[in-house]
């Protein structure tokens, strides 16, 4: 599934490569990403333990989130997904949970997180909320109603 994913990622973000059909395909398939998005962003935090690095479910909805952020970057499918019920919400309250998760003990969602060793440089999760920050954005981006609920 991440590999799927990443391939993904690779195809939406270039822009010049998709056909007008490819793109209606990317479309049709937002909404399943949004969803998947929706019911597993809570595994990500299981990675606050050092334990579950590889936790594949934490792993693949990163990647969604990747995929997501890329694909509210492009106009085409901006609109669509700023109208999706409950994404926004859903990313905010990621967020608030993530940044909870920091405060309450050091792991790779702390604010302060020093990165001393190649180890945590390569965490899947390192740059987890700024997506998540950068998705928020995306929905709200020109969206008075989206921007009002934030």
């Not at 391939?7 to 949004?34: G, P």
């Not at 936790?55 to 952020?69: G, H, N, P, Q, S």
């Not at 998705?135 to 008075?144: D, H």
């Amino acid at each position: 599934r991440v590999t799927l994913l990443e391939l993904m990622m690779v195809k939406v973000s270039d822009q010049n490569s998709v056909t007008s059909e490819e793109m209606n395909v990317f479309v049709r398939h937002a909404d399943f990403l949004a969803v998947c998005f929706q019911e597993k962003c809570g595994a990500v935090l299981k990675l606050t333990a050092a334990a579950d690095v590889e936790d594949e479910e934490a792993l693949v909805t990163i990647r969604l989130l990747d995929v997501l952020c890329e694909m509210t970057s492009n106009s085409s499918q901006l609109e669509h997904l700023q109208a999706f019920p409950g994404l926004l919400e859903t990313a905010v309250d990621t967020l608030r949970l993530t940044h909870l998760a920091g405060k309450q003990a050091v792991n790779v969602f702390t604010p302060t997180h020093a990165v001393t060793g190649q180890e945590e440089i390569s965490h899947p999760a390192v740059g987890f909320k700024s997506h998540l920050i950068r998705l928020i954005g995306n929905l709200c981006y020109k969206n008075k109603e989206n921007q009002d609920k934030v």
